[in-house]
């Protein structure tokens, strides 16, 4: 009976199976690039390069079809030519950042659902902005699983000045020139994994995978390595079990994950070990020192 | 050879000098107070120094020092004290000459960051995140990881600002220990019975430099009456520049 719930669908059926393996290589790559979205107060910035990215992905898309390469191009040429946009517009009129990529976002958001809707049908509309993880072909699970791999690598080669650029930037500037470079590099991984996260959530729940469980991580540990382990369990959990749901529910897939992301949130909020609501309201007794 | 000379350097913002025509030399292995009054650009000085600031004209020279020979510590260091990071993984930077991007941390080098964090007086710290410290004990961690620099010019932007006597003078062993050890140490300071007791030497800047030069001779009260009244002018509509060489002198 729980073997049926549980395990079944997945010795069953090949799409829950190639569904799985997608939604632990999207936890392994995005959630620890949320981790350090979250800490770097760019929570939002992911949310808005989520949408900005849309139009590139859509080209992408319409071009090629539901080619998950032809769609990371197009969605990485779409987040840097917005990035780099925002960028220059605040610095050079003085209109701050996250009201320039707001701009920017919506811009984007606009004119991608546009492309898609002038060429393609409301399937491919819906399918774009909230992605169907069990409709996954070999192919599409190789390029996720790639772009998993290479996000692990870039990060691995760039986590020492990106921590030590979020604790204190201008100690970075005084020792390292590494700062800069490491932070675009950073910029190129959430957008990689943003257009990774489109076939299994679609723009509008992709960056939930990321921030969500990293979100779940920050009231669970006050240590980086172990919040970054914690964040990619909770999100494979997520995705676990937002299939199982889907699949014994009817719910679709990508926001039954995100909905069990959530869930799992509001537990962290309330029973957190680190800041968590009851811990504040019953703390205990003051300890000696 | 200077570890430090100034050719009529220039360093402002937009194009308005905070420090103005300052020409010298620092000796190495001097103990430099840099003082003078709110807005007198000693700040802008030390970032300048430290290559975060580029000059608007004239030019410094470290005398071969790299960039990495410097060890800088900010005012108000722009730090994220809600960062989770350890005291010993943050002091650890400070061995980045050494380590790099990736060079690993073993255990010569960990024995030397749990003695630097001891020599603050930090013992037992290692493990607490940064966020839970307070000012006076962040302030012995940042002193921790200028120690691991292990640099040979010293530049400490107003290191005991709202710091108890006793850090203060935990922090000031530090840095005569520097001192006796030959490095070269500034210090932007307004402390002035600090800098008569412990500073051998004494720049009085007022965006000029007033008086430079041995601190007994320099800390005149007449020196500082006339920093005092340099105004903290800021005109916007102000003409370019072209006095040459206004106030200088070569110490």
């Given at each position: 009976m729980l073997y049926d719930a549980l395990i079944g669908p997945f010795t069953e059926f090949e799409f829950m199976r190639r569904a799985l393996a997608a939604v632990i290589a999207l936890s392994l790559a995005g959630a620890p690039i949320g981790v350090f979205l979250m800490l770097r107060r760019m929570s939002l910035v992911g949310d808005a390069m989520a949408h900005a990215i849309l139009p590139g992905a859509a080209v992408g898309f319409l071009l090629s079809g539901l080619n998950l390469f032809a769609m990371t191009a197009g969605g990485l040429i779409a987040g840097f030519a917005v990035a780099i946009l925002a960028g220059l517009v605040a610095r050079s009129t003085g209109l701050k950042e996250d009201a320039s990529l707001a701009t920017f976002y919506l811009a984007s958001l606009a004119l991608g659902v546009t492309i898609v809707s002038i060429k393609g049908t409301n399937i491919d509309l819906l399918h774009v902005l909230f992605?169907?993880?069990?409709?996954?072909?070999d192919q599409t699970l190789l390029v996720v699983a790639f772009n998993a791999t290479v996000t692990l690598l870039v990060l691995a080669v760039i986590y020492r000045p990106l921590v030590i650029e979020s604790v204190d930037p201008l100690f970075l500037r005084t020792v390292s020139r590494a700062g800069g470079p490491a932070h675009l590099a950073f910029l190129a991984l959430v957008v990689i994994n943003l257009v990774n996260g489109f076939q299994a959530l679609g723009t509008l729940l992709a960056v939930g995978l990321m921030i969500l469980p990293a979100g779940i991580a920050r009231f669970w540990s006050r240590d980086l390595t172990v919040m970054i382990c914690i964040a990619v369990v909770a999100a494979a959990v997520s995705g676990y079990a937002g299939l199982v749901l889907s699949f014994q529910t009817?719910?679709?897939s990508g926001p039954a994950i995100i909905l069990v992301a959530s869930a799992l949130y509001t537990v962290s909020v309330l029973?957190?070990?680190?800041?968590?609501v009851v811990r504040q309201l019953f703390p205990g007794r003051h300890l000696e020192a | 050879m200077a570890a430090l000379h100034f050719h009529n350097v220039t360093l402002g913002y937009d194009r308005h000098p905070?420090?103005?025509h300052l020409n010298g030399e620092v000796a190495p292995g001097a103990l430099l107070a840099v003082i003078g009054p709110n807005g007198a650009g000693k700040s802008t000085l030390l970032r300048g120094i430290v290559g975060i600031l580029k000059p608007l004209d004239g030019s410094i020279h470290?005398?071969?020092?790299?960039?990495?020979?410097i060890a800088y510590l900010p005012q108000?260091?722009?730090?994220?004290?809600?960062?989770?990071?350890?005291v010993l993984d943050f002091v650890a930077t400070g061995l980045w000459r050494g380590t790099?991007?990736?060079g690993g941390i073993g255990k010569a080098a960990r024995e030397k960051i749990l003695r630097a964090i001891a020599s603050v007086?930090?013992?037992?710290?290692?493990?607490?995140?940064?966020?839970?410290?307070s000012g006076g004990q962040m302030q012995r961690v940042l002193f921790a990881r200028v120690l691991l620099q292990d640099a040979r010019l010293i530049v400490l932007d107003?290191?005991?600002?709202?710091?108890d006597s006793k850090t203060t003078a935990d922090l000031l062993a530090l840095v005569k220990h520097w001192h006796g050890e030959g490095r070269t140490v500034l210090a932007a300071l307004h402390d002035m019975e600090m800098v008569r007791t412990h500073f051998s030497e004494t720049l009085v800047l007022a965006?000029?430099?007033v008086a430079w030069g041995p601190t007994a001779e320099v800390l005149t009260p007449e020196n500082l009456m006339v920093a005092m009244r340099m105004c903290e002018a800021f005109d916007d509509?102000?003409?370019?520049?072209?006095?040459?060489?206004a106030r200088s002198r070569a110490a």
């Open positions: 992605g169907n993880i069990l409709a996954m072909d009817r719910v679709p029973f957190g070990t680190v800041g968590g | 905070a420090v103005h470290l005398g071969g020092l790299d960039s990495r020979d108000s260091a722009e730090i994220d004290r809600s960062f989770p990071i350890s790099g991007l990736f007086g930090l013992n037992g710290f290692e493990n607490r995140p940064i966020g839970t410290l107003e290191p005991f600002n709202a710091i965006r000029g430099p509509s102000a003409a370019a520049c072209s006095a040459d060489d």
